[in-house]
């Protein structure tokens, strides 16, 4: 009996086939990962908003209770709302995150922060504030907001230092420009932030 004898063609259609197979796999297993990976940095993104969105909701609490005792410090207190109004004016959205949009974020949050350790000299001044329930209860959540913030900034750096060595690993950032993945920014530290600030309450 005589084996079939299959035709050169056939061979070369099955390993280009083969290869086609191969490569397709390759590509959607990368396109995958780096979706996968810019949907964590977005929704990381969320909660790097949302912890902020904390912070500019205690804010009129505090005024208002700084106000009941320091109500010449109007200056002060304007200043604190004004830097939380354009705090919350600068929205990003996850998919745009360049440098340029992290640091017009980080400026208005600077801003805010600054205002509210102006805030903060002023209740020194205050010893009745200071021992207020409602204020000392205000001053252990902005606290506690602020520490959210700084692990909520770390987790986003986290995902977004896996996201961009991704994209930029060959062969994948062949990919990543071809189907539109681009670096995001990191949150860069302010000048002076190796110091250590002194908060006293």
């Known amino acids: 009996m005589k084996t079939p004898v299959i035709p050169k063609n056939w061979i ?39 912890v902020y969105q904390r912070r500019a909701d205690l804010i009129p609490n505090l005024v208002s209770v700084v106000k009941g005792y320091a109500a010449h410090e109007r200056e002060t207190l304007e200043a604190v709302v004004e830097a939380r109004n354009q705090a919350m004016q600068v929205q990003l959205d996850p998919a745009n995150l360049t440098p340029e949009a992290i640091a017009q974020f980080q400026a208005a949050q600077n801003g805010l922060s600054s205002a509210l350790s102006r805030l903060m000299v002023v ?49 994948r950032t062949l990919f990543a420009s071809l189907f539109g993945f681009e670096r995001k920014a990191h949150f860069e530290a302010v000048e002076g932030a190796e110091i250590v600030p002194e908060i006293v309450f």
């Open 12 to 50: 070369t259609i099955g390993v280009v086939i083969l290869v086609v197979l191969i490569g397709y796999l390759y590509i959607r297993g990368a396109y995958n990962i780096m979706v996968r990976l810019d949907e964590g940095v977005a929704g990381q993104w969320a909660q790097v908003e949302n």
């Open 123 to 171: 209740v020194e001044a205050h010893p009745d504030l200071k021992a207020n329930q409602n204020f000392l209860d205000l001053q252990t959540q902005l606290e506690g907001t602020e520490n959210r913030i700084s692990n909520e900034r770390r987790k986003y750096a986290e995902l977004v230092r896996d996201y961009n060595t991704t994209i930029r690993q060959f062969p």
